[in-house]
């Protein structure tokens, strides 16, 4: 039995763009796109989400995959799920910024681990809060509601040689004062009870000079932000939800999906 080239070239084009996308946002988004994950098993994930997923995406446009004009759709494509494993990525990060101003203000940042996601030494605290962010994402299914996105993503933004314009890329980078706003919201708290407690301080340097704060000061202030870490632990998932729905509104305006 033989095939016609143009049959060929469209099978393979049919599978080869969307595994491109998907694939591009399983190796950087959460969790599945660090370095604890082996390459093999994203690209068996890809593959098996692709081959799973085909049947029910709109037909690829008749341009051949190994032309210039090819080569920019398979860009786009890239660009795509990248940028919208990206975002994921943004969305976490919030709780790496809260927990490094949290850790600097209780004197814990001396204490510093190795972050998996990017292999940098980071404040323990803010690794602490990274690993609960992780770990509710995907108790809430973050990354079954990423996949179906980037699957609806063939609809809303099909493959094609238009790929994410300037309107997108400017909401992305304007989304970053959500990052440091995020983080601020959750160590705020933590802050006004530290700014109180070296406050208390400062007031007992003036009243007894003769006290040496230096050495008091700072084991009361490492065990004052152990006790309002735990304290304010319970607002965690609150603030985890708001900043996820953020996020994952950002993801369908970059798609043009009305999710």
Known sequence: ????????????????????????????MVAIGTKNVSTRIRLGLSVAVT?????????????DPFSIQGAL?????????TLTGFISVLTLHTFVVAGQVVGMQTSLGFASLVDPSNGQSVPVIGQFYLML?????????????????????????PVGANGIEAPQFD???????????????????????LLLINFSFGVMTRAAPQLNIFTIGFPVTMLSGLLIIWLTLGNFVGHFEAQWYRGVALMCQVLNDPC
Do not use: C, K, N
């Open 51 to 63: 081959l799973a997923a085909v049947p029910a995406l709109p037909a690829p446009p008749p341009i």
């Open 133 to 157: 962010a992780t770990l509710l994402f995907f108790a809430i299914d973050g990354h079954l509601l990423m996949i179906r996105i980037i699957i609806e993503s063939f609809h809303t933004l």
């Open 171 to 193: 909401a992305v980078a304007r989304w970053m004062s959500w990052v440091f706003a995020g983080g601020l919201a959750l160590a705020l708290s933590a802050l006004v009870a």
């Open 1 to 28: 039995m033989e095939f016609p080239m143009s049959i060929i070239m469209e099978t393979m084009a049919s599978y080869l763009w969307p595994l491109v996308r998907i694939s591009s946002m399983l190796m950087v």
């Open 73 to 81: 759709v398979t860009m786009h494509q890239v660009l795509i799920g």
